[in-house]
């Protein structure tokens, strides 16, 4: 019914702004922490249709994309690399998703706004909220807040990180490791380790591709956990085609352009999606929240960052 064209066209005229704005995000230029903040914009302004179900839509748009993303996964590497640093990723996971737990209880935060956080925290980033956040049912304000939360973190380990990396006269493997490790999003994983050097790159890379096939247990995990007093567990279908399409880009690499192709506008999907999450927080919202979820966001990152900081520089890695 959204989508019928006389509908579509009333739309399309009573807020071209916003529509506008939605396409501009499937361009290169536009990454995921300024489309927030685009989204956010418009909400501020009054751009936002208030007359269409954004978060319904949203919601199934980042199950797509997130399905897209799994073709492109390469499953051997990203086994390998799992191998090869399985104590340091599976004890960061754990940690961090234990920590976010305790923590969440003593700030009296929203138990789906923290576990998305820790989840964001624990894995990578935005990736990790969106597709979480259908496993567990979340609505459009505990994501947006995980998100905002996980992203303004993410910007400052982009410069922080390198700093401190030279600081301490870390190797570029050394440093690799950590960026993996401890910045939430793979674009700032990349940038980090990019400005310390091309190994530092290889080495943060492969891990965090790693990191990524943790996405499968933890959605799965979470839709066990928050299934509520709900007797049979189901499995949101996202997570099976997500492995499907791994399996499928692994199985059959003759199509790999194709995969790539796909992977490239599901991410660029993922940015749209993150823009109507945008859209969908407001200053009233955000003070309502209050600083507890940032301050949940800092002290998980604190933790990861300074734990797994502590391990590598002792030789765990």
Not at 49 to 71: C, H, N, Q, R, Y
Not at 131 to 138: C, D, G, L, Q, Y
Not at 229 to 250: D, S
Request: some cysteine.
């Amino acid at each position: 019914m959204l989508f019928q064209p006389a509908l579509l066209k009333q739309q399309l005229t009573r807020y071209p702004l916003f529509w506008l704005v939605a396409l501009i995000c499937l361009m290169p230029f536009i990454n995921s922490p300024v489309a927030l903040i685009l989204g956010f914009s418009l909400a501020t302004l009054g751009f936002v249709p208030a007359d269409i179900p954004v978060a319904t839509i949203t919601k199934k748009l980042l199950s797509l994309a997130i399905i897209g993303l799994g073709f492109g996964i390469q499953l051997d590497v990203a086994i390998a690399a799992s191998k090869a640093g399985l104590g340091l990723i599976v004890a960061s996971i754990v940690v961090t998703l234990v920590m976010g737990w305790l923590l969440t209880r003593w700030l009296k935060i929203d138990s789906k706004t923290g576990h998305l956080i820790a989840s964001g925290t624990a894995i990578c980033g935005g990736s990790a909220i969106a597709a979480v956040s259908p496993a567990i049912n979340a609505n459009s304000h505990q994501t947006s807040l995980a998100l905002a939360t996980v992203f303004i973190l993410n910007s400052a380990a982009l410069f922080l990180f390198p700093s401190v990396g030279h600081l301490l006269d870390m190797t570029q493997h050394e440093f690799g490791v950590w960026a993996a490790i401890a910045i939430h999003d793979t674009s700032s994983v990349v940038g980090a380790a990019g400005a310390y050097g091309d190994e530092a790159l290889k080495t943060a890379t492969t891990l965090k591709l790693a990191r990524a096939l943790w996405i499968i247990p933890l959605a799965f995990l979470s839709a066990l956990i928050f299934r509520g007093k709900e007797k049979k567990l189901t499995v949101p279908m996202f997570i099976i085609f997500y492995c499907v399409a791994m399996l499928t880009a692994h199985w059959l690499p003759q199509f790999s352009e194709l995969y790539q192709g796909i992977f490239a506008l599901s991410k660029r999907l993922l940015v749209v999606c993150l823009f109507m999450i945008g859209a969908g927080i407001t200053v009233q919202k955000l003070r309502a929240a209050g600083f507890k979820p940032l301050l949940l966001g800092m002290l998980l990152w604190l933790i990861i960052g300074l734990g797994s900081l502590l391990a590598i520089l002792l030789g765990a890695a």
